[in-house]
């Protein structure tokens, strides 16, 4: 009996000392907890940052394809440009070495007659109405002569002149006026009929002097013997003589033959 109360009381002894020891045992301090979290911390920020700095952005990603793309194009505008460019140049350049191309060399043939703005005595010419391209000729119609149309670019007659065209030679009086002679010694002369006619000699009253009247593209041709203020007119492919109109069909020039 006493043995096994001796034992129990060993026994609450151990286990008393057991109690304590485990209750006087220290307890982890709170800075060591802190250093652990603070540990962990830092290797989370670490791998943070490493995956950071190893990672590009899609942002940036998207960034950069833009400027790229950027540059692309704008390399490429400027080439396509700087292309257009040299070949407009050369084109330019080529034209303009070409030889110029005159309106007169498309009109078929060689210049036969030279626009002369105030004839020559003694020279031979060709009277041309500049609006229709009609000279007279020694056909009779309707108190008049038909005309014949040559080429011309206001500074020359091209081609060669129809044998049916008259050529006349210019002769000057004292006062000025002149006489359009053809190569048959003929007078292009008026009447007091109002007929526009070809005649081997003079006619009374000066129906066969003409003077000249400046008018807008070269001039008025009209007959000094005439009363009324007659004048060369060109109208419906025929030469005849009608009172002067300031329009295009009483105007004329001399182009000079041979």
């Not at 309106?103 to 002369?116: E, N």
């Not at 500049?130 to 500074?155: L, V």
């Not at 066969?208 to 060109?234: D, H, K, P, S, T």
Request: hydrophobic share 30%; glycine share 6%.
């Amino acid at each position: 009996m006493r043995r096994h109360i001796r034992f129990t009381s060993l026994l609450t002894c151990v286990l008393f000392s057991l109690t304590l020891i485990s209750c006087t045992a220290k307890p982890a301090e709170f800075s060591d907890i802190t250093n652990v979290f603070e540990a962990a911390t830092e290797t989370s920020g670490t791998s943070s940052e490493s995956t950071v700095s190893e990672t590009t952005s899609p942002s940036e990603t998207t960034a950069v394809t833009s400027e790229t793309t950027s540059e692309t194009t704008s390399e490429t505008t400027t080439e396509a440009t700087t292309t257009a460019t040299s070949e407009t140049t050369a084109t330019t350049s080529e034209t303009t070495n070409e030889p110029s191309v005159s309106s007169s060399a498309q009109i078929t043939g060689d210049a036969s007659a030279i626009y002369r703005k105030v004839p020559e005595e003694k020279k031979n010419y060709i009277v041309y109405n500049e609006a229709f391209g009609g000279t007279i000729t020694a056909n009779a119609m309707n108190k008049g002569f038909i005309g014949i149309t040559i080429d011309s670019d206001e500074n020359n007659l091209y081609g060669n002149i129809p044998p049916e065209a008259l050529q006349f030679t210019v002769f000057y009086d004292e006062r000025q006026n002149f006489t359009l002679r053809d190569a048959q010694g003929r007078f292009l002369s008026a009447t007091s009929q109002g007929e526009l006619i070809l005649t081997d000699k003079p006619v009374e009253d000066n129906y066969q002097f003409w003077r000249m009247e400046e008018a807008e593209g070269g001039w008025y041709i009209i007959n000094v013997g005439a009363a009324g203020n007659q004048a060369l007119q060109y109208s419906s492919g025929t030469f005849s003589i009608k009172k002067c109109a300031k329009t295009s069909d009483f105007v004329f020039n001399f182009y000079e033959v041979g």
